[in-house]
């Protein structure tokens, strides 16, 4: 540490030696050039000379008061040049005004002040310049990795500086290629930009290329889709820079590259919020997120801690998941009131406590059993937390007058072909309904997949393809909507703001993904080839799983709202009293371990899902009983 504040004294003592020396060397070149490079009269000389002990010491001041030694060297840039352009400037005019008062400026031409000027800004300016030219474009004795450049834009401009800039880089940038015609056959940084991006596979070849490197931070999917097929077909190591969020936000720098992800592949534009009006709609706020310790939980919390609430509850049931998230928001947001509470959406008594305690304004419920296959023998448990765990904090919200209350939902619900997407759709059915009976604000949040939640599909694959394969696909036709978990909490914020009560608010999740796709293209960014190197096995469907997933009910009439990325659904008003009454006998059911009137009152809250099941792909045996004539007659009057 004492060595780096050593150099970098020295280095700026250095700069101020240098500068003091110019001076003079200026002041007495401009009489030599007066002269066309001749002999200077003498007693003219002499005065020159004799004005050097105003010149230095009024000039030095000047240098020192407009900070030039603030800049460093290595970093020289335009500022750096017009900062040395205005003291010099400065200087010129206060030395003229002291050697007028004092000498009447006899002895001086007209032109030697004029030609003093210039010459120093080139005795100040280009060494500076030079030094940095010399820096970025540094000749590398080590050799190093051959470097393509895909993206001749501000990126990969920027790229290029700090590849050629950094000692220790193992990266030697030696082409450009860009799809911008008027680019071709210019450089930057001295780096030709030689061809197309379609054209990678061949300039890769003749340039002997080692490592390819995407800086396209801002291409859409499509895009990066196509180039990273580009790439493939080198067979190179290839790498992206940060993506663009992560840039602006300042979370990383440009040189700091990664491999390319499936969440690049798969993940869609960007989404324009209205952060002002999610920012003074959460700030000052208290606000209770469920679940917090899960995948769009903790997400949540860390999104919303960026609102600048009053405080946020966390309410989770895993010690450990809340923990992580405790300790990680206590240490990016040390100012944040933070209150954990570990237990479950099903204890009463807590949840009473906590509404009672907390007062929170806003709930995100977040809590939920989700993983399909394990919930269709686990009925009891998924109905106690995905059904009755939401109807106890919702009724809490109510009884102690939350402002909103957002229940987060999945494409699951819609015509659900097993137990875990039945239960969230009984619980947006209590939730619609009870929103007309309150004044709490109930709304509802519904889109599908996230892209690296616990129990998904990315993380599974990743690790069977770190096992050497299988990976394991249930069908070769199955389809799903996959989103990330940020822009899902984000859209989720939104809805939150745009809600007055009763909507089903459904994310707008692009086109469905096949999951096929999916495999083969996680197997490809490993570097190995699907089917040679990591074979894919279908192994069918699981218990409850369908071929493809749905995100609103053909009576959902679904409208566009005042963001491009959330639909409106309308939802299905059910009697009141009629729907307390069958889930009393669900909690009851519970109680008992009933698993057989389990099944009947799930049917008779959600009739679509007895059509389904008889439509779905393997269904277990014995999960739906036949419909009653109770059942039939309650769908003719709908859910």
Known sequence: MKTLVANKLFSRWAAVFHDLLMVPVAWMGSYWLRFNLNEVPAEMWNSAMGYLIVVAPVQAAVFWSFGLYRGVWRFASMPDLLRIVRSIAVGLVVTLLILFVIYRLEGIPRSVP??????????????????????????????????????????????????????????????????????????????????????????????????????????????????????????????????????????????????????????????????????????????????????????????????????IVLLENCEFNLYLIEEELNGDYPALSLQACLGDVRDVTLVNHIFKKFRPEIVFHAAAYKQVPMLESQIREAVRNNVLGTRLVADAADRSGCAKFVLISTDKAVNPANIMGITKRVAEIYCQNLNSRSKTQYTTVRFGNVLGSAGSVVPLFRKQIAAGGPVTVTHQDIKRFFMTIPEACQLIMQSAVMSSGGEIFVLDMGEPVRISYLAEQM?????????????????????????????????????????????????????????????????????????????????????????????????????????TDIECRDEEQGD
């Not at 500076?128 to 080590?142: G, M, P, T």
């Open 523 to 627: 197997i490809r960014l490993s570097g190995k080839i699907p089917g040679e190197d990591i074979q894919i096995e279908f192994i069918g469907l699981r218990p409850g799983e369908k071929l493809f997933e749905e995100l609103f009910h053909e009576e959902e009439q679904l409208e566009p709202t005042s963001h491009e990325k959330v639909l409106l659904a309308s939802y299905r008003k059910v009697d009141w009293l009629w729907l307390t009454g069958v889930l009393d006998r669900v909690s009851e059911f519970c109680t008992t371990m009933d698993i057989d009137s389990l099944h009947e009152q799930l049917v008779m809250l959600v009739p679509e899902s007895a059509r389904e099941s008889a439509e779905s792909w393997e269904r277990p045996p014995g999960v739906f009983a036949e419909k």
């Open 114 to 311: 004029i030609l003093y000027g210039l010459l120093l800004i080139i005795l100040l300016g280009g060494p500076r310049l030079l030094y940095r030219w010399l820096k970025d474009h540094r000749v590398s004795f080590s050799g190093g990795n051959r470097i393509l450049i895909v993206g001749a834009g501000r990126a990969g401009e920027m790229l290029a500086r700090d590849l050629l800039r950094e000692h220790s880089s193992s990266y030697m940038p030696v082409a450009f290629v860009d799809d911008k015609p008027r680019r071709k056959g210019q450089d930057i940084h001295g780096i030709p930009i030689v061809g197309s991006c379609d054209e990678i596979p061949e300039v890769a070849e003749r340039l002997e290329i080692d490592v390819i490197l995407l800086s396209v931070p801002s291409a859409r999917v499509k895009e990066k889709q196509h180039l990273v097929e580009l790439c493939e077909k080198t067979g190179l190591p290839f790498r992206t820079v940060p993506q663009l969020q992560d840039l602006m936000s300042g979370q990383v720098a440009i040189n700091q590259l990664r491999k390319v992800s499936i969440e690049d592949l798969l993940g869609r534009e960007s989404v324009n919020l209205d952060w002002k009006e999610i920012r003074s709609s959460l700030s000052g706020k208290i606000i209770l997120v469920t679940g917090a310790g899960g995948s769009i939980g903790s997400e949540l919390c860390r999104q919303i801690a960026e609102m600048e609430p009053a405080s």
